[in-house]
């Protein structure tokens, strides 16, 4: 290499890495990669009617048009009164957008064959489904419908300038409307019914325009209107004529402003509250818009100080510290690394070209993520992180070529050359050999493919640069600073021992080869048996400082008694010193879903300088609310697992599913089933799955009877209507607003259901007849919601996790339940992250196959034969045993990042053996004996060897302590890498050497004349 191609070599990195510095300013910030779930949410609501009604007409309906979708795999609902969820699973190799308008071009098909008034809505799941930030408003001296007004006039248009924002949603608003409520005494004295005074507001109100008018060349717009904006005004409206006198509605009825009952009450820990929630844009940047609503409520603030705003949740400040832990993991892994060269070069120079090779390579890599879309989020920074000590690889091998060279007393001129032309080679089949465990990734499928897929495209492309600047960038350093490089040192006396020890142990292998196969035999043996101790998760364990509270009251409980329920769960949060804040929904949920009034959940934000961990936290509040409170149902999930688990369709780690044809039999079923899992220890929050809505008492009218006075059912429905919930007569605008008008009966009726038997009906002939005689009660108490997958029914029985993994817990839950005698016709399907976990592990064990079988090809490549391919191979496969005894010792559990990890483990350790053979392979080449070859191969690459491990260990060191929320992802991957490199580093050149031996023969070769002192240290 001359000055001027290393000229060239450096001013392209240097402009490369200063374009990839201002791109990194561009790219979004998120916690996880980006993701559009293959599934979507149709929400029905179909008023009040009963949910056997719901699941006969809505529900079946739109699953037989949800199965008749070309790419639709899987249909699951659940039905309760007056609603259905429906929940539609795309196949893993559609487009998730195109079936998606297919979905609802089914469903305008059969949107006309629904109970009229039947509202259908319908979502396509996405990362921007749920908010990244909760803000709630809450005060002592304004109500709820003002709070509403500031919220949805004010604050919520705020949020929507926000760049990057994709919804802003309200929660818990409360509207105002104008109520008449009705005098039955003196309706009935007039001769009105409650459909005539309906029918009557609705035709006094209008606001119409009959056409245009042309008037002295002027063209005029003609509106008749009648003018009704205040509750005066509606109380004037005549409504009928009796005794040729008009009837007007103060006559029969009071008028004054409400609030629309909507049976969702929701709070904060200020009290009774209005909840606003941002989602942003596949590109926004959460950081940003975090920063920007911080700002738009300070201002707030100031224009509102009598309200109180709350930030319940802020998945910014997880992203911050995400970011935070994992860049100071590259800064410390990247000092560790820079001393290891430091150490075993002795030259400054030396550590300073290492130091700068990595900064560059992943200032490059940020011009691939804006490329590929990415964004910086746990999984491609953890990549960064985990790739500081790989990175470095390359550069340190370049290196310590170069170093042995000068110290070997050849010029910078010299030694350049005939490092490129010893190490060009192995090199690239090294640095190969990790990247392409990573090519496999794309037959990963749901959160995992695309989780790992966000990192494998960042280590990646992070290793080829790294290769590229090892081959190029290296070496143009060392022109440059070849003039001030001072002659290399000779290793030390230390390093001398450690070779010598190395190659003692080295011996008995190379005069025994067979040997290495024992040993072997014997990792792999023993690998095996660790895997079958280390406890399995789904996911690494981490604080998200964050968690989700779901609750389920009795199904009798009226809204006051949730109320009363809740306040002592309000308390609890409120006495937990680590909680900050809390938002609470009750009859609504977090997400897309279907809630009963008697069910909700609390968001609750803990403070970041604490000393008890989020799980310590929520073994505290469970303990107390379930000595607190007893007869609520809770269940507990970080924020973030919660979100990704409703968002994948399996929320919960342990699920059973009852299946049967009998509704009861399976519920009963289930009940057996839940008691069972209670008895497992470390299993909580174990729910039976059957969710009672309130009680329903049913009206029964006798048709004969009601003949007979000449009233239809549907004129009993009217009226009851009007008498317990009221109708909406019409809407009126007051200023920039529309009020609804209902007509109702006193609360009375509303509040007791004695009541009923004083309601009079108006017969055609004006007569009068008490509701008791045309209809009868019957009690029908509470009904179940009805879950269906794959058009059969079913009953969801779930369970949480404490102190115990998930491998272990299902373990136990499948011993306890094999020996349970079903009901005829009753099955059990295991499903919940268990699923999701033995799905991830089988796709991710075809990677480490495919992996395997092209690292061969390419070892098959470096080599020219098969006996050091197997060899390398077979020490690679052996190391794997370091991984698990690495876990094993950590008590970290076998999930999917310590799995990445042992898949990343057979490249990189691989990349041992190639260093090693590949120079024993040129040695026997001039002459030498096979065991000389090797032994002097091991002498010699010794160092690099030992110079690269310890680079890649110290590298990944930070992110194996788990510091920071962003660590923790990557904590299992770095301890699985870890653990293989220390047994690579100790035993792979014994294995690999030995089976080398076993596989090669001398070759007689004229030594070359550039070649005499090649095997000389």
């Known amino acids: 290499m001359n000055r001027t191609s290393s000229t060239l070599a450096v001013l392209a990195v240097v402009a490369a890495t200063a374009l990839g510095i201002l791109l990194a300013f561009s790219i979004p910030s998120a916690v996880f990669p980006e993701i559009t779930f293959d599934r979507a949410i149709i929400l029905t609501d179909a008023g009040n009617l009963p949910a056997e009604q719901v699941l006969v007409s809505v529900t079946r309906p739109i699953e037989e048009a949800a199965y008749g979708v070309v790419g639709v795999s899987l249909v699951r609902s659940t039905t309760t009164r007056g609603a259905s969820e429906v929940d539609v699973t795309f196949g893993e190799h559609t487009d998730p957008l ?155 009825a009071s008028v004054g402003l409400g609030i629309r009952e909507d049976y969702i009450r929701t709070a904060s820990e200020n009290g009774p509250a209005v909840l606003v929630g941002i989602s942003r844009q596949p590109t926004g940047n959460t950081v940003l818009i975090s920063r920007e609503a911080h700002r738009i409520i300070d201002q707030f603030r100031k224009r509102y100080p009598d309200v109180k705003f709350s930030f319940s949740y802020d998945q910014a400040g997880l992203v911050v510290e995400s970011v935070k832990s994992v860049r100071d993991a590259i800064v410390l892994g990247l000092a560790l690394a820079v001393l290891v060269v430091l150490a075993f070069t002795g030259s400054l120079l030396s550590a300073l070209i290492a130091a700068v090779v990595v900064p560059c390579t992943i200032a490059i890599t940020f011009l691939v993520m804006k490329t590929a879309g990415l964004t910086f989020n746990m999984m491609t920074l953890g990549g960064l992180a985990a790739g500081i000590g790989l990175f470095i690889d390359d550069a340190i091998v370049m290196i310590e070529a170069i170093h042995r060279a000068h110290a070997g007393g050849i010029g910078t001129d010299d030694a350049i050359p005939l490092a490129l032309a010893e190490l060009k080679r192995p090199l690239i089949a090294s640095t190969a050999t990790v990247i392409v465990v990573f090519a496999p990734l794309v037959l990963l499928s749901g959160v995992t493919g695309v989780f790992f897929r966000a990192l494998a495209v960042t280590l990646g492309a992070g290793l080829a640069i790294s290769l590229i600047a090892a081959l190029y960038f290296t070496p143009a350093l060392q022109v440059f600073f070849g003039r001030i490089r ?138 107390r609310v379930l000595h ?89 429905y009217a009226a009851l209507h009007c008498v317990i919930q009221g109708t909406v007569a019409t809407d009126v605008r007051v200023g920039d607003r529309l009020y609804g008008v209902r007509v109702r009966y006193p609360d009375l009726f509303h509040n007791d259901l004695s009541a009923l038997s004083e309601v009079i009906l108006k017969t055609p002939s ?90 061969f090809l390419i070892l098959v490549w470096e080599f020219g034969r098969l006996g050091p391919a197997v060899a390398c191979l077979v020490a690679a496969l052996a190391s794997l045993a370091g991984s698990f005894a690495g876990l094993s010792m950590t008590r970290v559990t076998l999930n999917i990042s310590s799995f990445m990890g042992i898949i990343m483990v057979a490249g990189i350790t691989a990349k041992n053996g190639i260093l090693l053979l590949d120079r024993a392979e040129h040695a026997i080449g001039i002459g030498a004996t096979p065991r000389e070859a090797l032994l002097h191969a091991a002498e010699i690459r010794l160092r690099p060897i030992m110079m690269t491990t310890l680079a890649t260990a110290a590298g990944l060191a930070p992110l194996a302590m788990g510091i920071g929320a962003g660590a923790k992802v990557q904590q299992p991957l770095a301890i699985a890498v870890i653990g293989g490199l220390v047994f690579a580093m100790l035993l792979s050149t014994p294995i690999a050497g030995g089976i080398y031996l076993l596989t090669t023969r001398a070759r007689t070769a004229a030594p070359k004349p550039d070649d005499s002192d090649d095997i000389r240290d």
């Open 98 to 252: 195109t079936s998606y308008q297919l979905l609802n071009a089914a469903l305008a098909e059969v949107r006309s064959r629904l109970p009229q008034g039947t509202s259908v809505d319908t979502r396509l799941l996405t990362t921007g489904t749920f908010p990244i930030v909760d803000v709630s408003l809450s005060s002592r001296d304004r109500t709820l419908p003002e709070l509403t007004d500031i919220a949805f006039y004010d604050l919520v248009p705020s949020f929507h300038r926000i760049a990057g924002v994709y919804r802003v949603e309200m929660v818990g608003g409360k509207y105002r409307e104008f109520v008449v409520t009705l005098d039955q005494a003196r309706m009935l004295a007039h001769g009105l019914s409650p459909q005539q005074v309906v029918a009557g507001l609705a035709r006094a109100n209008i606001i119409a325009s009959p056409g245009r008018i042309i008037d002295a060349h002027r063209m005029l717009l003609a509106i008749v209107s009648t003018e009704l904006h205040t509750a005066s005004q509606i109380a004037a409206v005549p409504i009928a004529e009796a005794g040729g006198q008009p009837v007007y509605v103060r006559d029969i």
């Open 486 to 623: 001072r002659p290399g040192r000779q290793s030390g006396a230390l390093f001398d021992f450690v070779r010598r020890a190395y190659v003692g142990l080295t011996g008995p292998f190379t005069r025994v080869p067979v040997l290495s196969l024992a040993l072997a035999a014997a990792s792999i043996a023993g690998g095996y048996a660790l895997y079958r101790s280390v406890g399995t998760d789904y996911l690494p364990r981490l604080d998200e400082g964050a968690f989700v509270l779901d609750y389920l009251t009795p199904p009798e409980s009226s809204l006051h008694d949730t109320q009363a329920l809740l306040a002592k769960i309000q308390h609890i949060l409120k006495t937990t010193p680590e909680v900050a804040a809390f938002s609470r929904r009750t009859g609504t949920q977090l997400g897309f879903f279907v809630t009963e009034s008697n069910r909700g959940d609390f968001s609750v934000r803990l403070k970041p300088d604490r000393t008890r961990s989020i799980y310590s936290v929520i073994d505290s509040v469970r303990a």
């Open 628 to 716: 607190n409170v007893p007869g609520v149902n809770v269940e507990f999930s970080q924020m973030l697992q919660d979100l990704i688990g409703d968002l994948s369709g399996t929320p919960e780690p342990v699920e059973v599913k009852v299946f049967g044809s009998d509704e009861h039999t399976i519920e009963a079923t289930a009940r057996a089933v839940a008691a069972r899992l209670r008895q497992i220890p470390g299993l909580v929050d174990v729910f039976d799955g059957i969710v009672l809505s309130n009680p329903e008492e049913k009206l029964i009218v006798n048709q004969t009877q009601a003949q007979r006075y000449g009233i239809s059912p549907a004129d009993v």
């Open 766 to 855: 004006n007569g009068r007849v008490p509701l008791p005689v045309v209809t009868r009660l019957k009690y029908l108490g509470e009904r179940a919601e009805l879950d269906r997958e794959r058009l059969r029914p079913v009953v969801h029985v779930t369970a949480r996790l404490s102190g115990i993994d998930l491998g272990t817990a299902m373990h136990l839950v499948r011993d306890r339940l094999g020996r349970m005698i079903l009901p005829a016709g009753v099955t059990l399907e295991y499903g919940g992250l268990y699923a999701q976990q033995q799905k991830a592990f089988g796709q991710l064990t075809v990677v480490l196959v495919a992996g395997t079988v092209v690292i």
